[in-house]
């Protein structure tokens, strides 16, 4: 990282640094806790296979957050924003470390993720009113590279805290960072407002964050929340109902939170669409692998870590040859050959076995980590490769909205499958819960190549005609 930020005027190294790291914190929190599921499940007593709540809160709240986080540092300032966030994030750290039941958890995950959600963006927003347009893309090079760092070190780290400390540890180790970057903020972070206070939709928010809530909801309550079928299915109607009144209240105000004309771009219209079906079935790996992992197949914490190591590294890896990749075939043929194979991949783990050997294993992981990653870069890069200047923020919003919610409703719906599952195989024998793990992933895998056909609407002939950018979604 330093020699990328050497370049870059030395008066702004110091306001990079404190978004890199407010983005290393966000990147981190989400991955490292997938391995510690197990021994947090045992600790408070419950099932692990009924610990989705707790990644998906954090998820959700994210995503419900986002929309709203550009307007509240043009309306508060981006130094008071950026440091609330990092309070909010210790403050939900230390709650989660302190919890003693699932619900408490689930509530602490919220607060973390309201704190989390707007670390990123206002950050990205103090570097777009600071940075200068030449020095710009360099700039979220930088910033984009905790993102590649944090799913990297924080599967590892949490298995290795779980079994030489304690789940507790994955929260509390953001405590020390988190006072780091408080004061840093305070010394170094700019502040800064919009030129012009516009009205905040509040109308609109509401419907688009109940609807979002309330689907993420019904999935939850499918795979253990103990909501009854007539409950789930009254939440699915009122959060379908709820998206759709937000689009025809947008279509009539002048200045809504996203406006339908965005979907008047069709390569916006289509990535966005694919990104959420695709996502839906692929987000739910770095939650179901380490729970077959340790559950079902009998790896410790810190193996469990261990073994998602090849997802990363197949996934850096793969950046370099995207764009290639992309400009050669073209979005349509990269996007519709690649999807299914993300399918492939998250279906061969339903072969999955207590005398398959590791090396093949590491072979799968490092399969689906290399498709994966070409995923993501091409679907965030034709979602948003076609936007004007007047779109461009709007629709990078929007993007990382429909991310965070697709991460949420594809934890619940694998979970929802699962207890499925779990309901057809039994979970009396160690033998019937791996039936239900195998054919969770065979389900899943279809769903992402049922996706395919989104991509099938591309035009032909479009392709790569410059680098893709740099990913700071924390997503791709």
């Not at 099932?47 to 998906?56: E, F, I, N, T």
């Not at 050959?337 to 398959?356: C, R």
Request: aromatic share 8%.
């Amino acid at each position: 990282m330093t020699s990328a930020a050497t370049a870059i005027d030395p008066a702004r190294k110091s306001l990079l640094w404190l978004v890199a790291i407010g983005f290393f914190m966000q990147t981190l929190d989400a991955t490292i806790i997938n391995t510690a599921l197990p021994a947090m499940a045992a600790s408070l007593g419950e099932s692990p296979l009924r610990m989705q709540s707790v990644v998906v809160a954090y998820a959700l709240t994210m995503a419900m957050l986002i929309p709203a986080s550009g307007w509240i540092a043009d309306r508060f300032g981006t130094r008071r924003v950026f440091f609330s966030a990092i309070v909010l994030f210790v403050v939900g750290s230390v709650l989660c470390a302190l919890s003693v039941g699932v619900g408490q958890l689930v509530a602490a995950r919220v607060v973390q993720g309201l704190g989390g959600a707007l670390l990123l963006p206002v950050g990205r927003l103090t570097l777009l009113r600071t940075v200068p347009r030449g020095e710009f893309l360099q700039a979220m090079s930088f910033v984009a590279i905790p993102g590649l760092i944090g799913p990297l070190l924080g599967p590892t780290l949490g298995g290795w805290l779980v079994q030489y400390a304690s789940w507790h540890w994955i929260f509390l180790i953001n405590v020390p960072v988190g006072l780091a970057g408080c004061l840093a903020t305070l010394r170094f972070m700019p502040d800064l407002r919009g030129a012009i206070q516009r009205r905040f939709d509040g109308a609109g928010y509401a419907m688009l964050a109940f609807g979002m809530v309330a689907i993420s909801l019904a999935l939850d309550g499918v795979s253990g929340a103990g909501l009854r079928q007539v409950s789930v299915l009254l939440l699915l109607v009122f959060g379908f109902a709820s998206v759709v009144a937000y689009w025809l209240h947008a279509a009539r105000r002048p200045e809504p939170l996203f406006s339908p004309s965005l979907f008047g771009v069709p390569t916006l219209s289509i990535g966005l669409l694919g990104n959420l079906f695709s996502r839906l079935g692929s987000s739910c790996m770095p939650f179901m692998v380490p729970l077959l992992l340790q559950v079902s197949l009998g790896y410790s914490p810190l193996r469990a870590g261990l073994m998602m190591l090849p997802i990363a590294l197949a996934g850096m890896a793969m950046k370099r040859f995207a764009t290639p990749l992309i400009t050669r075939h073209g979005y349509r043929k990269v996007l519709v050959a690649n999807t299914v194979l993300v399918g492939l991949a998250m279906g061969s783990f339903g072969l999955s076995g207590p005398d398959q050997p590791a090396a093949l294993h590491i072979l799968q992981l490092l399969a689906f980590g290399a498709v994966n990653s070409l995923q993501f870069t091409a679907m965030n890069t034709i979602t948003l490769k076609d936007l004007d200047g007047s779109m461009a923020s709007s629709g990078n919003s929007l993007l990382s909205m429909v991310q965070m919610l697709a991460m949420s409703l594809g934890v619940a719906a694998a979970s929802a499958v699962l207890a499925g599952y779990n309901g057809v195989f039994g979970l009396e024998t160690a033998k019937q819960t791996l039936d239900a793990f195998q054919a969770t992933f065979a389900t899943m895998g279809l769903v992402t190549i049922a996706s395919a056909l989104i991509f099938w609407h591309l035009p032909a002939e479009v392709r790569a005609a410059h680098p893709a950018q740099p990913e700071v979604s924390g997503q791709g």
